[in-house]
């Protein structure tokens, strides 16, 4: 008897960690690589590997210490991406991430979206546009969930998309 090909079934990787700072990185080339073998011939590895890294990047400082989980799931058969993170937050978190989420979602133009994340982002701080790169770039549509006292943000969408279209020519 013999296995079906993974071919035909969705693949996945699931990571549960404590992580520091220092594994961010290392986990966008772990699932870069990861996407590259489970979908040989597909050109989403990048944009994968970086929406996971955004959604990584949200959830570590709210963790307090405990787990983060990351969730990824590929279907070539299907045409579709799933990206689920979860970890422990306030509900004052959660609605404060929820109406940034809520406000990203409610542009219907990803890129109008993300320029102006980029444009009321302070300059002498860190973050505000990941939510709204994982939109645009990885042309990702996102919403978030609360269980109990985990979120969970899910990004999702075709595995073969097609290129972007952004002023003055395509983005890759």
Aim: with cysteine.
């Amino acid at each position: 008897m013999t296995e079906p090909s993974t071919t035909t079934r969705p693949i996945y990787l699931m990571l549960r960690m404590k992580p520091p700072w220092v594994f961010v990185d290392e986990i966008r080339r772990f699932v870069e690589s990861f996407c590259a073998c489970a979908c040989p011939g597909e050109t989403r590895e990048a944009q994968v590997a970086l929406a996971v890294h955004e959604l990584m990047q949200n959830a570590i400082p709210h963790a307090g210490g405990e787990n983060v989980d990351l969730t990824l799931q590929v279907d070539p058969i299907a045409d579709r991406i799933e990206i689920a993170v979860s970890n422990p937050a306030t509900e004052e978190q959660f609605l404060d991430f929820k109406r940034r989420l809520d406000r990203i979602n409610t542009e219907p133009d990803p890129l109008q979206s993300y320029l102006r994340a980029m444009s009321e982002a302070p300059m002498n701080q860190r973050g505000g546009l990941g939510l709204a790169r994982v939109r645009f770039e990885a042309q990702l549509e996102l919403s978030i969930t609360r269980e109990g006292n985990r979120i969970t943000v899910l990004a999702w969408g075709r595995l073969r998309a097609p290129l972007l279209q952004v002023p003055g020519g395509i983005h890759v």
